[in-house]
């Protein structure tokens, strides 16, 4: 896995600023008031931060920001960052502020000077979050330097030390997440997925992988008609997290594994199918909250349960036009083998109801490309059975700046699926595309189970840098389920 960034702590001492290598930052308030670290380093600098304050650029300048001075007079740092933030900022304010000392900052070793501001653990998260980079199969230009650590100094620095423990274990869930999504195919086979999965019984999840033979048995069979055209064995995994009270049923999690989806015999224009390697991005989101979970130790019980297969055109591949027995009963007419998540996710949703009762049910996939049309990069599409289990989550979502937006269901799309020889299609038409393909899945929530399908298509991997992640793969998710986690299901 990614290495997440390096924290060392230490007490506030201003003088520290004098000979500190590597990059310095040190705070202002938004009306320009400057803490004893940045006295230092103003008086340091011969007065720089100081007209800098006084400076048309400082008006402009917005709380969250941050100011560089390359190689500044007076100090053996090479760079003096000043960050616009008040005393007791709100969290989200904290963490793009650490956001930005990333960027500022690139491989170098930073000095934080935040003294006695509140929510230095939410800046650690921000800037842990904002320094990653994929780059395990990328040979190292001759030039570049390992990645320095950063030193939180801070005036309450035990209490600090525990609250950026907690962070990490958060940022290692979303790290681990945007790992698996950014893996190429061939070495993220369902296997290897399923490898990287078990191994965290070393934290304390309980781990089963379930194989073709057990999953012939169960009867999901709409599951494996979408891996049969690969030699890649189709498998599920279901990882147990128990830190509630014993008798207290679980929230259910289910993610879409989709390792490689050429579409099938329905096969994708080639342009832009590499991009397909992130058609797991559901499982890999399941994956990162149970990591979180576990590391932060939650006094909860969830389980989550990722579908793995890869979508493949061969002779053995499903054709359009076949007609296959769900685990739950229903036949499904097959009319575009690259509608093929919710083939996948079917059967899981069913298998974890049968099973594990639970309280309430999520499911997230990369599912349609038509969320894309609706909602762009920015949100998630959030359908659900249930409106107060859908506010809880968009409360949680708000509370963690991870962009979601609830869509319809109503039985005028469902009416789309009909089929002339079986109980359903798997495609309703090009119409309200991610909404059909939500009436699809909702055909398998029981009546009285709470539910919700996150279509994340449009927030799970982008190809422009987000405010938290580089170009590619977010963790989008890992901190909103968290949240509601930590809200709705902890035992206080």
């Given at each position: 896995?990614?290495?997440?960034?390096?924290?060392?702590?230490?007490?506030?001492?201003p003088?520290?600023?004098?000979?500190?290598?590597?990059?310095?930052?040190?705070?202002?308030?938004?009306?320009?008031?400057?803490?004893?670290?940045?006295?230092?380093?103003?008086?340091?600098?011969?007065?720089?931060?100081?007209?800098?304050?006084?400076?048309?650029?400082?008006?402009?300048?917005?709380?969250?920001?941050?100011?560089?001075?390359?190689?500044?007079?007076?100090?053996?740092?090479?760079?003096?960052?000043?960050?616009?933030?008040?005393?007791?900022?709100?969290?989200?304010?904290?963490?793009?502020?650490?956001?930005?000392?990333?960027?500022?900052?690139?491989?170098?070793?930073?000095?934080?000077?935040?003294?006695?501001?509140?929510?230095?653990?939410?800046?650690?998260?921000?800037?842990?979050?904002?320094?990653?980079?994929?780059?395990?199969?990328?040979?190292?230009?001759?030039?570049?330097?390992?990645?320095?650590?950063?030193?939180?100094?801070?005036?309450?620095?035990?209490?600090?030390?525990?609250?950026?423990?907690?962070?990490?274990?958060?940022?290692?869930?979303?790290?681990?997440?945007?790992?698996?999504?950014?893996?190429?195919?061939?070495?993220?086979?369902?296997?290897?997925?399923?490898?990287?999965?078990?191994?965290?019984?070393?934290?304390?999840?309980?781990?089963?992988?379930?194989?073709?033979?057990?999953?012939?048995?169960?009867?999901?069979r709409?599951?494996?008609?979408?891996?049969?055209?690969?030699?890649?064995?189709?498998?599920?995994?279901?990882?147990?997290?128990?830190?509630?009270?014993?008798?207290?049923?679980?929230?259910?999690?289910?993610?879409?594994?989709?390792?490689?989806?050429?579409?099938?015999?329905?096969?994708?224009?080639?342009?832009?199918?590499?991009?397909?390697?992130?058609?797991m991005g559901?499982?890999?989101?399941?994956?990162?909250?149970?990591?979180?979970?576990?590391?932060?130790k939650?006094?909860?019980?969830?389980?989550?349960?990722?579908?793995?297969?890869?979508?493949?055109?061969?002779?053995?591949?499903?054709?359009?036009?076949?007609?296959?027995?769900?685990?739950?009963?229903?036949?499904?007419?097959?009319?575009?083998?690259?509608?093929?998540?919710?083939?996948?996710?079917?059967?899981?949703?069913?298998?974890?109801?049968?099973?594990?009762?639970?309280?309430?049910?999520?499911?997230?996939?990369?599912?349609?490309?038509?969320?894309?049309i609706?909602?762009?990069?920015?949100?998630?599409?959030?359908?659900?059975?249930?409106?107060?289990?859908?506010?809880?989550?968009?409360?949680?979502?708000?509370?963690?700046?991870?962009?979601?937006?609830?869509?319809?269901?109503?039985?005028?799309?469902?009416?789309?699926?009909?089929?002339?020889?079986?109980?359903?299609?798997?495609?309703?038409?090009?119409?309200?595309?991610?909404i059909?393909?939500?009436?699809?899945?909702?055909?398998?929530?029981?009546?009285?189970?709470?539910?919700?399908?996150?279509?994340?298509?449009?927030v799970?991997?982008?190809?422009?840098?987000?405010?938290?992640?580089?170009?590619g793969?977010?963790?989008?998710?890992?901190?909103?389920?968290?949240?509601?986690i930590?809200?709705?299901?902890?035992?206080?």
């Amino acid at each position: 896995m990614t290495r997440l960034t390096e924290f060392a702590f230490a007490s506030t001492d201003p003088a520290a600023i004098d000979g500190a290598g590597g990059h310095v930052a040190v705070f202002v308030s938004p009306e320009g008031r400057m803490d004893a670290c940045a006295r230092r380093a103003d008086r340091l600098s011969r007065g720089a931060v100081k007209r800098w304050i006084g400076s048309e650029a400082f008006a402009k300048a917005k709380p969250g920001s941050v100011t560089s001075f390359a190689f500044p007079a007076g100090l053996a740092a090479e760079a003096l960052h000043v960050a616009v933030l008040p005393n007791r900022p709100d969290a989200i304010l904290a963490r793009k502020t650490g956001v930005a000392l990333a960027r500022a900052k690139g491989r170098a070793a930073l000095l934080v000077c935040a003294g006695a501001r509140t929510q230095t653990d939410a800046l650690a998260l921000g800037l842990a979050l904002r320094d990653y980079n994929f780059d395990a199969h990328r040979t190292p230009a001759a030039d570049e330097t390992a990645r320095g650590a950063v030193t939180l100094a801070h005036d309450a620095v035990d209490d600090l030390r525990a609250a950026v423990a907690l962070q990490m274990a958060l940022a290692e869930g979303v790290v681990f997440t945007r790992d698996l999504v950014n893996e190429p195919a061939n070495v993220l086979t369902t296997t290897e997925f399923a490898d990287r999965l078990a191994a965290m019984t070393a934290l304390g999840l309980k781990v089963e992988v379930l194989e073709e033979d057990r999953l012939a048995e169960l009867g999901m069979r709409t599951l494996l008609s979408v891996g049969q055209g690969s030699a890649s064995p189709s498998k599920v995994v279901v990882m147990r997290w128990e830190g509630g009270e014993t008798d207290a049923a679980p929230l259910a999690l289910v993610g879409k594994g989709v390792v490689f989806d050429t579409g099938g015999i329905s096969i994708k224009p080639a342009a832009g199918m590499e991009d397909m390697t992130m058609d797991m991005g559901g499982g890999a989101v399941v994956a990162g909250v149970m990591r979180a979970l576990a590391l932060r130790k939650a006094r909860a019980n969830v389980v989550g349960l990722v579908g793995l297969v890869e979508n493949m055109p061969s002779g053995t591949a499903t054709r359009p036009g076949d007609v296959v027995k769900s685990m739950k009963g229903d036949t499904v007419e097959i009319i575009n083998t690259d509608a093929e998540g919710r083939l996948v996710l079917c059967d899981v949703m069913w298998y974890a109801q049968e099973r594990f009762k639970p309280a309430g049910m999520i499911d997230l996939a990369t599912l349609t490309g038509a969320i894309i049309i609706g909602l762009g990069h920015e949100n998630a599409g959030v359908f659900s059975n249930d409106d107060a289990f859908c506010d809880a989550f968009l409360c949680a979502a708000k509370s963690e700046d991870e962009g979601a937006w609830r869509m319809p269901l109503g039985q005028a799309y469902d009416d789309l699926l009909k089929s002339r020889i079986a109980d359903m299609k798997n495609v309703g038409g090009r119409a309200g595309g991610s909404i059909t393909a939500a009436q699809f899945l909702k055909r398998f929530v029981k009546d009285d189970m709470p539910w919700i399908h996150l279509d994340i298509a449009g927030v799970a991997s982008v190809s422009s840098d987000t405010r938290y992640a580089p170009k590619g793969a977010t963790g989008w998710g890992v901190l909103a389920l968290n949240r509601l986690i930590a809200d709705k299901y902890e035992t206080r």
